[in-house]
């Protein structure tokens, strides 16, 4: 059964750029989350997707924004980046329903904002 | 405001001994408290969680106790072995509407065993 996959795994952006990254969820999983971790914050939420309706959302600016596709897939997006946005962005997966054990973690895109 | 805390940044232990992460919440509307383990470049992955209505759950060598009154969890490593060594996350969730369960993570303890 193939995990979470997240692409790309390594990222180096400019200031005011944008980026988009995407996460293919464990195939049967209904719902995706992301998560922003840095050294001084550990891990942060930053939304939830589930059949492609986002249903929950952190505490995050409106630069951060995200979708799900039919099959799953999902996408989260940048604008403006801002040297501060450097970061893991990690994906995870669940069934959706009764996820209560968890996630299931994808290794995360390294993005580097310059 | 920090709802999900560990106030440990780092642990060292010998290896075959006790390791002993904690892990406390300020939310009393936490029902579900989960271990998650995180080696570098990779994503965190599951290790233990328990229930508000327990207040201790064990798998193997790693077990979870909760004091409710306190507002505290700890994960028991029992005996330690060079291969916990990682980040430790601690997280909480609470339902937060149309079914979803966010959580809410603490910023981690390095645990490293020494062998």
Request: net charge negative; no cysteine; hydrophobic share 25%.
């Given at each position: 059964k193939a995990g979470v996959t997240q692409t790309p795994r390594y990222l180096i952006k400019t200031r005011g750029q944008q980026v988009t990254l995407s996460c293919s969820p464990i195939s049967g999983h209904r719902s995706v989350s992301w998560y922003q971790q840095t050294p001084g914050q550990g891990l942060q939420f930053l939304f939830e997707y589930f059949s492609e309706t986002q249903r929950n959302k952190g505490n995050?600016?409106?630069?951060f924004s995200g979708r799900q596709f039919s099959n799953s897939r999902s996408e989260m997006n940048v604008s403006?980046?801002?040297?501060?946005?450097s970061a893991l962005y990690l994906c995870a997966s669940s069934p959706?329903?009764?996820?209560r054990r968890g996630y299931t973690f994808g290794s995360g895109t390294r993005l580097t904002v310059v | 405001d920090q709802q999900v805390k560990q106030n440990s940044p780092s642990l060292s232990v010998q290896e075959g001994r006790i390791s002993i992460l904690n892990c406390d919440y300020t939310?009393?509307?936490?029902d579900y408290f989960l271990w998650y383990k995180k080696y570098p470049a990779e994503g965190p992955t599951f290790l233990i969680s328990i229930s508000s209505i327990k207040d201790k759950n064990e798998d193997g060598r790693f077990t979870v106790f909760l004091n409710k009154s306190a507002k505290h969890l700890s994960l028991h490593i029992?005996?330690?072995?060079?291969?916990?060594?990682a980040v430790y996350f601690c997280a909480a969730s609470a339902?937060?509407?149309?079914?979803s369960y966010q959580l809410t993570f603490g910023k981690g303890t390095k645990l490293s065993v020494i062998p």
């Open positions: 995050f600016p409106g630069r403006t980046l801002e040297l501060g946005d959706g329903d009764r996820g | 939310n009393s509307m936490f029992v005996p330690s072995q060079p291969g916990d060594s339902r937060s509407g149309a079914g």
